[in-house]
């Protein structure tokens, strides 16, 4: 059976059967309604995930399964998803996420509308409010007004010939290995590129399990802060550094690890301390969106008072910070 779209979808996943048998789940209707192929690279998950894949592919015969012989970590298995990918196009996405068929249909109509497209972001649970859709040319107006949205890899759909571009001089450091291809392919080229703003990639909602990510781990500075800020900075000169410090911001701001809630968040897990604001202090001033005082009151508020705190004001107003 060929797909009868220009458009697959890949995933890379480790450890997510739940999620992944959930995101089939959802999609299955549309899957088969418009022919589109799936691609799941499994990073040697030591859970079910190839008996949930084969599950759903006696559903649809579009539906591949390859599994690395070992965890070769994030950056190399979503490379490897996007290489399985045989489409014009390909939207890498994560097991956690949900697409709508009006969104999906969105970019359809893209693709058809724009025939030399080099890659589409589309918006992420309606983030950017006032950037209208339109088609972007020019390499740091898109980092700058884009990027931080485009650091979720399911925001992100891309022609083959960026996927087929020389990614061997990558440094498959900075954990953002999605954008990464994408910043250093336009970096030196003319390119065109859609937004999409009315319709939105969605966080999938787990009946029974937490959706957990780096964010919410021990090495949040580490890879929110040190490597994000590093991975900016080592852009080409191509990219100027005002609009290399607004990509910074955004991030900061859409992930809402530069906030108020952030901190406070990272704070009251242990992850924010006196030593690891000063290992990460220059980081964390280029993307904090609030002055630097609070961060600094947060550090010195101890985390078992700002927990209690937490849990009174969840308890009277129903919040969910």
């Not at 739940?18 to 030591?46: R, T, Y």
């Not at 290995?177 to 003319?190: F, G, Q």
């Not at 030593?275 to 961060?295: A, G, N, Q």
């Amino acid at each position: 059976v060929k797909p009868k779209s220009d458009i697959s979808i890949a995933i890379p996943t480790f450890n997510q059967s739940m999620f992944l048998n959930l995101f089939f789940m959802k999609h299955i209707l549309l899957l088969k309604k418009l022919n589109i192929q799936v691609v799941v690279s499994d990073n040697a998950s030591p859970d079910d995930t190839e008996r949930v894949v084969k599950k759903w592919q006696k559903e649809s015969p579009l539906i591949s399964y390859y599994c690395n012989e070992k965890n070769v970590g994030y950056d190399k298995n979503v490379l490897a998803a996007l290489g399985y990918s045989k489409t014009k196009y390909t939207w890498l996405m994560g097991d956690t996420y949900y697409i709508s068929l009006e969104l999906f249909q969105a970019v359809l109509l893209e693709v058809d509308k724009h025939e030399d497209l080099d890659f589409i972001v589309v918006n992420l649970e309606n983030m950017i409010k006032n950037i209208p859709s339109h088609v972007y040319t020019d390499q740091n107006k898109i980092l700058s007004e884009l990027g931080g949205v485009m650091t979720c890899l399911s925001c992100l759909v891309y022609h083959k010939k960026i996927i087929n571009s020389n990614l061997g001089n990558l440094n498959h450091l900075s954990a953002f290995i999605h954008l990464e291809i994408i910043l250093n392919y336009i970096s030196d080229i003319n390119f065109k590129s859609s937004w999409i703003a009315d319709y939105s990639i969605k966080s999938s909602k787990h009946p029974t399990m937490k959706k957990v990510n780096w964010s919410h781990k021990q090495d949040v500075l580490e890879i929110g802060f040190k490597k994000w800020v590093d991975f900016i900075f080592s852009l080409p000169n191509s990219y100027l550094i005002e609009d290399k410090l607004n990509c910074i911001r955004s991030f900061g701001k859409l992930s809402k690890l530069g906030t108020f809630r952030g901190f406070l968040l990272m704070r009251m897990r242990g992850h924010l301390t006196s030593s690891s604001y000063e290992k990460y202090r220059i980081e964390i001033d280029l993307m904090r969106t609030m002055p630097i005082f609070f961060v600094r009151l947060i550090i010195i508020v101890p985390s078992s008072i700002l927990k209690f705190f937490f849990v009174l004001i969840n308890k009277i107003f129903n919040l969910k910070l």
